[in-house]
């Protein structure tokens, strides 16, 4: 999810990301009620609903999600230092770890704390290249570089993150400054929901764009998934 900062109302927007950020719990959903499972994967909110699902399917009870809110895409300069942190608490409970998270506008932070962590994570830089894979996403873009992408889990939150997220419901007239450069808005499907389609037309139709639907299902994400839990599927067996 791509979202712009701005300096508008400074002194109400520093007090919002200081009660966002005075401690990790306001900003990572944890699983504190539920005992401790063999692994984790920590992953954005927007995921959840998908990794949930994957592993009911799959029957992996051993994988427990850990999860930290989609609010931090309005702030991704925080994202690498939450990860960091559910990484570290399970590196204490000595629990294998995988990351379902894009670069998500944290300038390859993410990737590079990854790394040193000796974390692997599902590739793409963001959920949209997940739902769609990486070479349709690639068409997408040369299709239309000015495209504002939406998933089921924004579709389903569009009026939360975006119009009062971005301040839009108290400035419309910032409207043409965040999305004058966009031409076309492409919903990328998880399901075949026509009332989640319905929204996504009108959320186009709120930014003045044109609509464009796209069934991705859960993309590469199950795949990387799978991959993570063989691997570790032998490592659990010892």
């Not at 994967?41 to 990794?51: F, G, H, K, N």
């Not at 590079?112 to 873009?141: D, I």
Request: hydrophobic content about 35%; proline content about 4%.
């Amino acid at each position: 999810m791509r979202t712009r900062r701005t300096s508008r109302r400074p002194a109400r927007r520093a007090n919002r990301v200081d009660d966002f950020t005075s401690s990790f719990e306001k900003v990572i959903e944890t699983s504190a009620n539920q005992p401790d499972a063999p692994a984790v994967v920590i992953t954005c909110s927007a995921l959840l609903r998908e990794i949930t699902m994957i592993s009911k399917a799959n029957g992996w009870e051993h994988l427990q999600p850990q999860c930290i809110t989609a609010e931090l895409h309005n702030y991704p300069e925080q994202i690498t230092g939450a990860v960091k942190h559910l990484i570290d608490i399970a590196k204490s409970k000595d629990q294998e770890i995988f990351v379902a998270y894009g670069d998500c506008g944290t300038g390859g932070q993410l990737d590079a704390m990854l790394e040193a962590e000796g974390v692997e994570r599902v590739p793409g830089s963001h959920c949209y290249e997940f739902f769609s894979g990486g070479e349709v996403f690639e068409q997408f873009n040369e299709a239309e570089l000015g495209t504002f992408y939406l998933t089921d889990f924004l579709t389903r939150h569009f009026d939360r993150l975006v119009i009062r997220g971005m301040g839009l419901e108290d400035k419309p007239e910032l409207m043409p400054m965040y999305f004058g450069h966009y031409k076309k808005l492409l919903y990328i499907a998880q399901t075949n929901d026509p009332k989640l389609q319905e929204l996504a037309q009108q959320a186009a139709e709120k930014l003045g764009l044109e609509y464009e639907y796209y069934y991705g299902g859960t993309g590469v994400l199950g795949d990387a998934l799978l991959s993570f839990n063989q691997r570790i599927a032998v490592e659990l067996k010892d």
